[in-house]
């Protein structure tokens, strides 16, 4: 045979070995199953926390079908927050108790947002240290019949001045609206709202005060309208020298033809 031959023979045979040598490597990765790296998923604990099934409006009465247990993370659970580890029975205690602010469907129910299902609904809903006041209203006076439950609203006193001019007064300043006539709570239908005759605020005991003297020495009384966004303003100013008779010291207010006079020791003094 030529050396030709064999050379390309020789050269055939080493190209063929190394071709199967490759194909068996590559086999050989193929056969290899990666690895599967599980991973550990640890889940929170939970608590079940007792939340608002429905939107709950002030005034409301919780019942079981308006709450119900619903798990919760437990690194989210805060002092107010009522679990069913601490009180099992809550949905059958609370059955009946009265809505005092609003709640949305899921939101947790808080201790202070509802009163005892004895109480009286409207007492209820009063804080401690405040009292419920009536005061009458109509279209005019009561922001065209757009004054509703839980809005803000300045009262302002018009009077005549004993030179028989017309002087207008804020005497009090922004304070919430309980009720309009027996309503107290929102229209959830979106009807429109009807025009009450008297709407009931939430005042302090000075504010009450202040409010039973305009109501004697005042023309007309009026409701002013406040932005949603003055409900975190303060709430407790009043015109102070309405309660000039009520210092302590003896004094006794008296209110003629729209004028304060104050019986003091020097005598009454025109305010």
């Given at each position: 045979m030529k050396?030709?031959?064999?050379?390309?023979?020789?050269?055939?045979?080493?190209?063929?070995g190394?071709?199967?040598?490759?194909a068996m490597r590559?086999?050989?990765?193929?056969?290899?199953?990666?690895?599967?790296?599980?991973?550990?998923?640890?889940k929170e604990?939970?608590?079940?926390v007792l939340?608002?099934?429905?939107?709950?409006?002030?005034?409301?009465?919780?019942?079981?079908?308006?709450a119900h247990w619903?798990?919760?993370?437990?690194?989210?659970?805060?002092k107010?927050?009522?679990?069913?580890?601490?009180?099992?029975d809550?949905?059958?205690?609370?059955?009946?108790?009265?809505?005092?602010l609003p709640?949305?469907e899921?939101?947790?129910i808080?201790?202070e947002?509802?009163?005892?299902?004895?109480?009286r609904?409207l007492?209820?809903?009063?804080?401690?240290g405040?009292?419920?006041v009536?005061?009458e209203?109509?279209?005019?006076?009561?922001?065209?019949?757009?004054?509703?439950?839980n809005?803000?609203?300045?009262?302002?006193?018009?009077r005549?001045?004993?030179?028989?001019?017309l002087?207008?007064e804020?005497?009090?300043?922004?304070?919430?609206?309980?009720a309009?006539d027996?309503?107290?709570?929102?229209k959830?239908d979106?009807?429109?709202a009807?025009?009450g005759a008297?709407?009931?605020l939430?005042?302090?005991?000075?504010q009450a005060?202040?409010?039973?003297?305009?109501?004697q020495?005042?023309?007309?009384?009026?409701?002013a309208?406040?932005?949603?966004?003055?409900?975190?303003q303060?709430?407790?100013t009043?015109a102070d020298?309405?309660?000039?008779?009520d210092?302590?010291?003896?004094?006794?207010q008296?209110?003629?033809?729209?004028?304060?006079?104050t019986?003091?020791?020097t005598?009454?003094?025109?305010?």
């Open positions: 050396p030709a031959r064999l050379m390309i023979l020789a050269v055939a045979a080493v190209a063929a190394m071709a199967g040598l490759l590559l086999a050989g990765k193929r056969d290899i199953v990666p690895q599967q790296i599980a991973a550990v998923v640890e604990a939970t608590i079940n939340v608002a099934s429905a939107n709950l409006p002030v005034g409301s009465r919780l019942s079981e079908k308006s619903l798990a919760w993370p437990e690194s989210g659970v805060v107010g927050l009522i679990t069913q580890s601490d009180r099992p809550a949905l059958k205690d609370l059955k009946g108790a009265v809505v005092r709640m949305f899921g939101e947790p808080r201790e947002k509802v009163a005892d299902a004895s109480s609904i007492s209820s809903l009063l804080p401690s405040k009292r419920a009536a005061t209203i109509s279209v005019a006076t009561g922001a065209g019949g757009f004054i509703l439950p809005d803000r609203v300045d009262v302002i006193m018009v005549k001045s004993a030179q028989q001019q002087i207008t804020t005497v009090l300043s922004n304070v919430r609206v309980l309009v027996q309503q107290i709570e929102e959830q979106g009807s429109k009807a025009v008297t709407a009931t939430e005042l302090t005991p000075d005060k202040v409010l039973a003297v305009a109501h020495m005042a023309d007309r009384l009026t409701l309208l406040r932005s949603v966004a003055d409900a975190q303060p709430d407790t009043a020298y309405l309660l000039a008779g210092n302590g010291g003896g004094l006794v008296v209110i003629k033809s729209g004028t304060i006079v019986d003091g020791p005598g009454p003094k025109p305010q």
